[in-house]
């Protein structure tokens, strides 16, 4: 994969095992939060791609499945997992049936399901590069709108017989595997347009043909089928088993190696029996030799300057990606820093709403308090005019009873007074009578019928005053119990009020009560919904902090891979090999070859090894072991700085790559007049 500079990381072995080292330690829940964010991407795409790619998946699954067919994916891409089976975990891939491209390169898949072009009957695109996949399955035939196959870089030794002339092929890829002849009827595919082989190993068609391109590759397939249809009906039975063609080419390879081999015995001879031929013979290869020293002379000192330059680059390339370091942690300081603001800011403004939840419920709860008094004040009122109400209604009641009471006096005082008078009248009338019965005691006989009468009328009167009485005790009876019915009624309607009133006030209250329940209930939701959106903040703030970390810390391991990519890429070849014994061993020869023979007049180059040119550069990364000294340190061939000279002469590999280290140069400041260090670099010495 390409990284952010543009370059390949896998360009070379030491790239892929720093690469594999920092796949292991990829945790797993970075490789489950990976899913779960392709998951989410799944789910906001509109388009009917489902990506999954580097999540370091062993299998598909089910649920991966589920949300295909759930969210209409045509598309599915698993590249770079470690997916050894296709198979879902828990269920069945013939839920994708509307599957039109699948990608499943670079994995570690050894064989594909029996039932795979049942499973996928609509694949236009097929890509399953770098796996270990050593048979297709015959169903991959009943693929009839595949278009794509690209089986590159697996371990196939024969080609698919499973492609047919129905399939509509127009890009076939098998190179990186095992297979070394095509079958003739691969030509019938008339929509092929591009075949990609491995011509070095190619026996049919030949190499010459297959280095032409796919157009010859098909020509040439298509001329020995119609030979061969040709001349099938003129052979037996077992020669016409037999492909002329191939035949042919094999024959001819053959022949061609046994040519040579003929040729290379008639030197052999030729050298073995002339002795002039070999002096000349050896002549020639001194005279060979000593051109090939001065060369290798020339080519060493080549080599040692464009390793100067080389080093000299890389060393003004680490400049430059340390000042981008540098800017990238100014950068993450500034992220950090506007994190700690917004975090300090949302505290802020977490307390000014805490306190403003809290003075808001300090005056519900005043405003409570307040609406308790007025109620219990409005209850004493209300308890008070019922009282005077009460108070009123009996002192109503109680003069009334007075005044019925003194009506009664008044009465039987009537009553008494008319009985006096009735008994004056009749002490009067009968002492009347006894006088006149005395004065006119003769006239007793006379009057005593009207005396008779007089007393009868007297009767009368009397009882008729009686009467009266007794009527006016009867109507102060009648009113006295209507005044009493009416006080009963009324103490029972007043009762019935007071019952009433008292029920409303009551509900009233808790009415109120329950409104500001509610409230407070309400108030402390909020303040708990509050409290969790802050929680929740500054949990993803102290994530994003941690994702900016780790992407600083992922960037400062990518840079010494393109640091290391960078300088095998300038490394010329003759420099490369300069490290290796072999060459070393080659050089002391030579030394002792030029020690014996003197120089020419006047040599082409140097013939003397020079010193190295000092390299100014200024280091400011620190050592990776004893992180306390400045890394001056350079290892070759994997060109890494991550050492100081005292952790330097310690190491046999390289802390960074493991690589074994054939040569070490130490990077020293260079002290100016002033004694101060230059700030343009440092001098490079080899130990």
Not at 606 to 621: C, I, K, N, S
Request: hydrophobic share 35%; net charge negative; aromatic share 4%.
């Amino acid at each position: 994969m390409p990284n952010r500079w543009g370059f390949k990381l896998f360009s070379s072995s030491a790239d892929k095992a720093a690469s594999s080292v920092a796949e292991k330690k990829m945790s797993k829940v970075d490789s489950q939060r990976r899913l779960s964010s392709a998951y989410q991407l799944m789910t906001d795409r509109p388009d009917g791609v489902a990506d999954i790619s580097d999540c370091a998946l062993t299998s598909l699954p089910r649920d991966f499945f589920d949300l295909c067919q759930t969210y209409v994916k045509t598309d599915i891409i698993a590249a770079e997992n470690r997916l050894r089976d296709i198979e879902p975990v828990g269920g069945e891939m013939g839920i994708l049936r509307r599957i039109r491209k699948l990608d499943l390169q670079r994995n570690c898949l050894e064989r594909l399901p029996v039932k795979f072009g049942e499973h996928f009957p609509s694949l236009v695109v097929l890509n399953l590069s770098d796996n270990c996949l050593k048979a297709l399955p015959n169903s991959l035939g009943m693929l009839r709108q595949l278009k794509v196959l690209i089986v590159a870089r697996n371990k196939l030794t024969e080609f698919p017989a499973m492609i047919k002339q129905s399939m509509p092929l127009e890009e076939l890829d098998i190179s990186g595997n095992g297979i070394s002849v095509l079958p003739e009827e691969l030509g019938r595919v008339g929509t092929l347009r591009v075949l990609t082989v491995d011509a070095v190993i190619m026996v049919y068609p030949s190499r010459d043909v297959c280095e032409k391109g796919t157009v010859a590759i098909l020509e040439r397939l298509r001329k020995d089928m119609v030979v061969e249809s040709e001349d099938s009906g003129c052979l037996s039975g077992g020669e016409a088993d037999l492909k002329p063609a191939r035949v042919s080419a094999v024959a001819e390879t053959v022949q061609r190696y046994v040519n040579e081999d003929e040729k290379m015995r008639e030197t052999i001879k030729r050298y073995s029996n002339d002795e002039g031929l070999q002096r000349n013979e050896l002549r020639r290869f001194h005279a060979a030799m000593d051109e090939d020293h001065l060369r290798h002379a020339a080519s060493i000192y080549r080599g040692k300057r464009t390793e100067q330059q080389s080093l000299i680059r890389m060393l003004e390339e680490q400049n430059k990606a340390e000042a981008y370091l540098h800017t990238l942690t100014m950068s993450v300081e500034k992220g950090k820093k506007s994190l700690d603001e917004a975090l300090v800011e949302m505290e802020t403004h977490s307390q000014r709403l805490l306190a403003q939840l809290t003075a808001l419920s300090n005056e519900r709860t005043k405003h409570f308090r307040s609406y308790e008094d007025d109620l219990r004040k409005e209850d004493l009122a209300w308890r008070n005019l019922h009282i005077q109400l009460e108070v009123s209604k009996r002192e109503e009641i109680l003069s009334a009873m007075k005044q019925q009471l003194e009506d009664t006096e008044k009465s039987d005082a009537f009553y008494k007074h008319l009985m006096s008078i009735a008994k004056l009248q009749v002490d009067y009338v009968v002492q009347h009578h006894r006088d006149e019965e005395r004065r006119y005691i003769p006239l007793v006989g006379k009057t005593k019928a009207e005396q008779d009468n007089i007393i009868n009328s007297l009767l009368q009167d009397e009882s008729v005053q009686q009467e009266m009485f007794r009527s006016l005790q009867l109507k102060t009876d009648s009113v006295h119990q209507r005044i009493m019915r009416d006080m009963v009624m009324l103490e029972n309607e007043l009762a019935a009020l007071s019952l009433l009133e008292q029920k409303q006030r009551d509900e009233q209250t808790v009415t109120a009560k329950n409104s500001l329940e509610d409230e407070r209930i309400k108030l402390a939701k909020l303040y708990h919904n509050l409290v969790q959106e802050k929680q929740a903040r500054e949990v993803q703030l102290r994530a994003l902090l941690h994702d900016m970390q780790r992407e600083a810390v992922k960037h400062e391991e990518n840079f010494w891979l393109v640091q290391y990519s960078r300088l095998m890429e300038a490394l010329p070849p003759g420099l490369r090999d300069f490290s290796s014994p072999a060459n070393q061993s080659e050089r002391k020869i030579l030394e002792k070859v030029f020690q014996k023979k003197p120089a020419t007049a006047t040599p082409s180059v140097a013939a003397v090894d020079g010193g190295p040119v000092p390299a100014v550069l200024h280091m400011e990364a620190t050592c990776i072991i004893c992180m306390d000294r400045l890394s001056t340190s350079v290892f070759l061939p994997c060109g890494h700085v991550v050492c100081c000279w005292l952790c330097g002469e310690q190491v046999e590999e390289c802390p960074l790559c493991r690589a074994t280290i054939s040569r070490k140069l130490t990077l020293s400041q260079s002290v100016g007049d002033d004694g101060s260090g230059d700030a343009g670099g440092g001098t490079a010495n080899g130990f």
